[in-house]
Protein backbone atom coordinates (compact mmCIF):
# COMPACT_ATOMS: atom_id res chain seq x y z
CA UNK A 1 0.00 0.00 0.00
CA UNK A 2 1.10 3.41 -0.74
CA UNK A 3 0.42 4.61 2.23
CA UNK A 4 -2.13 8.00 3.01
CA UNK A 5 -1.92 9.96 -0.27
CA UNK A 6 -2.45 13.96 -0.12
CA UNK A 7 -1.88 16.37 -2.89
CA UNK A 8 -0.63 18.87 -3.88
CA UNK A 9 2.56 18.74 -1.53
CA UNK A 10 2.77 22.37 -1.80
CA UNK A 11 -0.02 25.16 -3.04
CA UNK A 12 0.65 28.88 -3.10
CA UNK A 13 -2.26 30.95 -3.81
CA UNK A 14 -3.44 34.34 -3.66
CA UNK A 15 -5.60 36.03 -1.10
CA UNK A 16 -9.19 35.33 -1.56
CA UNK A 17 -8.83 32.28 -4.12
CA UNK A 18 -10.26 29.17 -3.54
CA UNK A 19 -8.14 26.56 -2.28
CA UNK A 20 -8.90 22.36 -2.49
CA UNK A 21 -6.60 20.06 -0.73
CA UNK A 22 -6.70 15.68 -1.12
CA UNK A 23 -6.65 13.42 0.48
CA UNK A 24 -6.48 9.24 -0.47
CA UNK A 25 -6.53 7.35 2.59
CA UNK A 26 -5.27 3.76 3.07
CA UNK A 27 -7.34 1.27 1.08
CA UNK A 28 -9.64 -0.52 4.17
CA UNK A 29 -9.41 2.19 6.95
CA UNK A 30 -12.98 3.70 7.82
CA UNK A 31 -11.61 6.60 9.75
CA UNK A 32 -9.99 9.68 8.28
CA UNK A 33 -9.15 12.81 10.17
CA UNK A 34 -7.86 16.30 9.06
CA UNK A 35 -5.45 18.25 10.62
CA UNK A 36 -3.38 21.62 10.49
CA UNK A 37 -0.28 22.12 11.92
CA UNK A 38 1.31 25.74 13.07
CA UNK A 39 4.10 26.94 14.81
CA UNK A 40 1.82 28.68 17.24
CA UNK A 41 -1.07 26.40 17.91
CA UNK A 42 0.86 22.64 16.38
CA UNK A 43 -1.46 19.84 15.47
CA UNK A 44 -5.23 20.44 15.35
CA UNK A 45 -8.00 17.97 14.17
CA UNK A 46 -10.18 19.91 12.27
CA UNK A 47 -12.98 17.36 11.00
CA UNK A 48 -13.21 13.86 11.15
CA UNK A 49 -15.20 10.57 9.02
CA UNK A 50 -16.09 7.41 9.85
CA UNK A 51 -17.21 5.26 6.60
CA UNK A 52 -17.33 8.79 4.65
CA UNK A 53 -19.72 10.69 6.98
CA UNK A 54 -18.71 13.73 9.03
CA UNK A 55 -18.40 12.72 13.13
CA UNK A 56 -17.48 15.94 14.49
CA UNK A 57 -16.50 19.40 12.60
CA UNK A 58 -16.09 21.53 15.73
CA UNK A 59 -12.24 22.27 14.94
CA UNK A 60 -13.21 23.02 11.75
CA UNK A 61 -12.46 26.91 12.29
CA UNK A 62 -15.21 28.91 10.04
CA UNK A 63 -17.06 28.28 7.47
CA UNK A 64 -14.72 29.27 4.75
CA UNK A 65 -13.52 25.57 5.59
CA UNK A 66 -15.90 22.86 4.27
CA UNK A 67 -14.52 18.75 3.54
CA UNK A 68 -16.30 16.39 1.68
CA UNK A 69 -15.64 12.14 1.53
CA UNK A 70 -17.71 11.09 -1.18
CA UNK A 71 -16.60 7.75 -1.10
CA UNK A 72 -14.15 5.51 1.02
CA UNK A 73 -10.74 6.69 -0.66
CA UNK A 74 -11.20 9.93 -1.36
CA UNK A 75 -11.51 13.52 0.57
CA UNK A 76 -11.35 16.93 0.27
CA UNK A 77 -10.85 19.80 2.35
CA UNK A 78 -11.74 23.31 0.44
CA UNK A 79 -10.98 26.76 1.52
CA UNK A 80 -13.13 29.71 0.26
CA UNK A 81 -12.00 32.20 0.06
CA UNK A 82 -8.38 31.89 1.64
CA UNK A 83 -6.49 34.16 3.98
CA UNK A 84 -3.48 34.18 4.74
CA UNK A 85 -4.16 32.68 8.47
CA UNK A 86 -5.03 29.60 6.72
CA UNK A 87 -0.96 29.27 6.20
CA UNK A 88 -0.40 26.10 7.95
CA UNK A 89 0.46 22.36 6.99
CA UNK A 90 -2.55 20.39 7.06
CA UNK A 91 -2.50 16.54 7.00
CA UNK A 92 -4.72 14.03 6.28
CA UNK A 93 -4.47 10.81 8.36
CA UNK A 94 -6.77 7.71 8.51
CA UNK A 95 -6.98 4.61 10.72
CA UNK A 96 -8.71 1.44 10.75
CA UNK A 97 -11.06 1.16 13.52
CA UNK A 98 -9.79 3.52 16.44
CA UNK A 99 -5.80 2.66 16.45
CA UNK A 100 -3.45 2.80 14.01
CA UNK A 101 -3.17 6.55 12.82
CA UNK A 102 -1.38 6.75 9.47
CA UNK A 103 -0.27 10.08 8.07
CA UNK A 104 -0.10 11.76 4.71
CA UNK A 105 3.07 13.93 4.31
CA UNK A 106 1.07 16.83 3.73
CA UNK A 107 0.45 19.83 2.22
CA UNK A 108 2.34 23.33 2.90
CA UNK A 109 -0.70 25.77 2.01
CA UNK A 110 0.56 29.68 1.96
CA UNK A 111 -1.61 32.23 1.59
CA UNK A 112 0.08 35.46 0.28
CA UNK B 1 -3.55 23.45 31.79
CA UNK B 2 -2.74 21.70 28.99
CA UNK B 3 -4.73 17.84 28.25
CA UNK B 4 -0.83 16.99 27.41
CA UNK B 5 2.04 17.87 28.60
CA UNK B 6 5.89 17.20 26.88
CA UNK B 7 8.93 17.43 28.31
CA UNK B 8 11.64 18.26 27.45
CA UNK B 9 10.39 21.17 24.58
CA UNK B 10 14.08 20.86 23.21
CA UNK B 11 17.15 18.56 24.19
CA UNK B 12 20.33 18.14 22.28
CA UNK B 13 22.49 15.50 22.80
CA UNK B 14 25.92 13.65 21.51
CA UNK B 15 25.72 10.59 19.29
CA UNK B 16 25.31 7.55 21.50
CA UNK B 17 23.35 9.22 24.10
CA UNK B 18 20.68 7.48 25.91
CA UNK B 19 17.96 9.51 25.71
CA UNK B 20 14.29 9.88 26.97
CA UNK B 21 11.45 11.82 25.86
CA UNK B 22 8.32 11.82 29.09
CA UNK B 23 4.43 12.70 28.58
CA UNK B 24 2.07 13.69 31.03
CA UNK B 25 -1.00 13.96 30.47
CA UNK B 26 -4.64 14.97 32.66
CA UNK B 27 -7.71 12.59 31.38
CA UNK B 28 -8.76 9.26 30.83
CA UNK B 29 -7.50 7.74 27.51
CA UNK B 30 -7.95 4.54 25.43
CA UNK B 31 -4.49 4.75 24.19
CA UNK B 32 -1.25 6.70 23.93
CA UNK B 33 0.49 7.29 20.64
CA UNK B 34 3.99 8.99 19.75
CA UNK B 35 4.84 10.60 16.56
CA UNK B 36 8.02 11.26 14.84
CA UNK B 37 8.15 14.40 12.40
CA UNK B 38 11.52 14.69 10.08
CA UNK B 39 12.39 18.30 9.28
CA UNK B 40 10.88 17.50 5.87
CA UNK B 41 7.72 17.53 7.79
CA UNK B 42 6.65 13.54 7.12
CA UNK B 43 4.33 11.90 10.50
CA UNK B 44 5.13 8.92 11.36
CA UNK B 45 3.81 6.73 13.85
CA UNK B 46 6.05 5.07 15.82
CA UNK B 47 3.90 3.56 18.90
CA UNK B 48 0.70 2.84 20.23
CA UNK B 49 0.18 1.93 23.42
CA UNK B 50 -2.57 1.07 25.93
CA UNK B 51 -0.27 -0.41 28.87
CA UNK B 52 3.25 -1.95 29.59
CA UNK B 53 6.21 -1.42 26.96
CA UNK B 54 6.81 -1.14 23.25
CA UNK B 55 10.25 -1.81 21.67
CA UNK B 56 11.30 -1.28 18.22
CA UNK B 57 14.95 -1.51 17.35
CA UNK B 58 16.48 1.30 19.41
CA UNK B 59 12.97 2.98 20.32
CA UNK B 60 11.45 1.70 23.57
CA UNK B 61 8.25 3.40 24.71
CA UNK B 62 6.82 3.07 27.56
CA UNK B 63 3.17 3.94 29.88
CA UNK B 64 1.75 4.23 33.51
CA UNK B 65 -2.02 4.37 33.34
CA UNK B 66 -2.38 4.84 37.20
CA UNK B 67 0.16 8.09 37.06
CA UNK B 68 -0.65 9.02 33.30
CA UNK B 69 2.71 9.45 32.32
CA UNK B 70 4.69 7.81 29.41
CA UNK B 71 8.18 8.08 28.01
CA UNK B 72 9.79 7.72 25.02
CA UNK B 73 13.48 6.45 25.26
CA UNK B 74 16.04 6.05 22.34
CA UNK B 75 18.92 4.19 23.05
CA UNK B 76 22.28 4.89 21.25
CA UNK B 77 20.99 8.02 19.45
CA UNK B 78 21.97 8.97 16.45
CA UNK B 79 22.17 12.46 14.16
CA UNK B 80 18.98 10.63 11.98
CA UNK B 81 16.99 10.24 15.61
CA UNK B 82 17.04 14.26 15.37
CA UNK B 83 13.72 14.97 14.62
CA UNK B 84 10.33 16.37 16.63
CA UNK B 85 8.64 13.72 18.62
CA UNK B 86 4.88 14.05 19.64
CA UNK B 87 3.43 12.41 22.53
CA UNK B 88 -0.74 11.87 21.06
CA UNK B 89 -3.43 10.73 23.40
CA UNK B 90 -6.65 8.49 22.04
CA UNK B 91 -10.26 10.07 24.26
CA UNK B 92 -13.43 9.43 23.68
CA UNK B 93 -14.47 9.57 19.95
CA UNK B 94 -11.28 8.77 18.33
CA UNK B 95 -10.26 11.91 18.50
CA UNK B 96 -6.15 12.54 19.03
CA UNK B 97 -5.13 15.26 21.49
CA UNK B 98 -1.61 16.21 20.19
CA UNK B 99 1.64 17.82 22.73
CA UNK B 100 3.10 20.64 22.30
CA UNK B 101 6.27 18.37 20.80
CA UNK B 102 10.25 17.59 22.01
CA UNK B 103 12.31 18.70 19.36
CA UNK B 104 15.41 16.55 18.82
CA UNK B 105 18.89 17.24 17.65
CA UNK B 106 21.53 14.63 18.37
CA UNK B 107 25.27 15.94 17.54
CA UNK B 108 27.86 13.77 15.28
Known amino acids: DAGVIQSPRHEVTEMGQEVTLRCKPI?????LFWYRQTMMRGLELLIY????????DSGMPEDRFSAKMPNASFSTLKIQPSEPRDSAVYFC??????????FGSGTRLTVV | KNEVEQSPQNLTAQEGEFITINCSYS?????LHWLQQHPGGGIVSLFM???GKKKHGRLIATINIQEKHSSLHITASHPRDSAVYIC??????????FGGGTRLMVKP
Open chain 2, 88 to 97: ALNNAGNMLT
Open chain 2, 49 to 51: LSS
Open chain 1, 27 to 31: SGHDY
Open chain 2, 27 to 31: VGISA
Open chain 1, 93 to 102: ASSLNRYGYT
Open chain 1, 49 to 56: FNNNVPID
